[in-house]
């Protein structure tokens, strides 16, 4: 399993942390915000660093591919 199929696996557990907070009668419309705040922050900051991994991935190949022009005569 690579960083990014982590990433997105631990992105799934917090949906479904959340989907738990929202669907839970017994708590009031203040402590699920407050409750969902933390793991809306850790999605996007999961979500930014997916991002982040595409785009360095995208930078090192088209480095690559630079080097073996180079190399070619």
């Known amino acids: 399993m690579n ?3 982590c990433l997105e696996e631990y ?3 917090l949906e479904s942390e ?3 907070i929202i669907s839970d ?8 915000n407050l409750a969902m705040k ?3 922050s850790k999605k996007q900051i999961i979500k930014n660093t997916i991002d982040a991994l595409e785009l360095v ?7 690559m ?4 022009e180079l190399k070619r005569p």
Do not use: G, N, W
Not at 57 to 62: A, F, K, P, Y
């Open 25 to 32: 009668p017994k708590t009031d419309k203040r402590t699920k």
């Open 11 to 13: 992105i799934k557990e």
């Open 3 to 5: 960083i990014k199929e």
């Open 38 to 40: 933390p793991l809306t």
């Open 57 to 63: 991935e995208r930078v090192h190949e088209e480095e």
């Open 18 to 20: 959340a989907m738990k």
């Open 65 to 68: 591919q630079k080097a073996q």
